[in-house]
């Protein structure tokens, strides 16, 4: 905006404005809309209203990007090196997202620990070990492995501690 006297790049700051404003109220009543606070009754499909709203976040923030900051005063090279990366970052999340719900559906259907199992600290083996009943733990020149569960200190009983208050100053 450099190459614009200031009367015309108010114009163009205001038309960025109104633009964004409509589009941002089309996407008020769009939400409105598909729920049912407008018209009685009448809802749209949950996938069509995000895709909506989806795809008019996503032209907003390309305006603002175009417009105002200048990317459309830039050099072709420029503005690729800003938007791939943008893309890729884009569809890493969608990736991850996905592969994380896949994840925990299939974590759920296996249900053979509980998810608190993986949180706890692992146990270390050791060879020179026995079982409780006298055997040794060593198979094969391996150590056997050690419930990680069982390994955890029982704290259902334990007396709970009453911490010191500080002492205030006056």
Known sequence: ???????????????????????????????????????????????????????MSLYKAYFIVYEFMHMKYEVPGLVKSVLLPTLLLTWMLIAFFSEASTWRKWRAQVNDKPIAAFSAPAAETHHDTEHKDGSPSEVEGHAAPVDSMAALPDTTHAPVKDEPKPEKHH
């Open 1 to 55: 905006m450099g190459h614009l006297s200031y009367e015309e790049g108010k114009k163009v700051v205001f038309k960025g404005l109104i633009i964004l404003g409509i589009v941002t109220l089309v996407e008020v009543f769009v939400a409105l809309l598909g729920k049912g606070y407008i018209i009685d009754g009448f809802h749209l499909p949950v996938w069509l209203m995000y895709m909506l709203m989806i795809s």
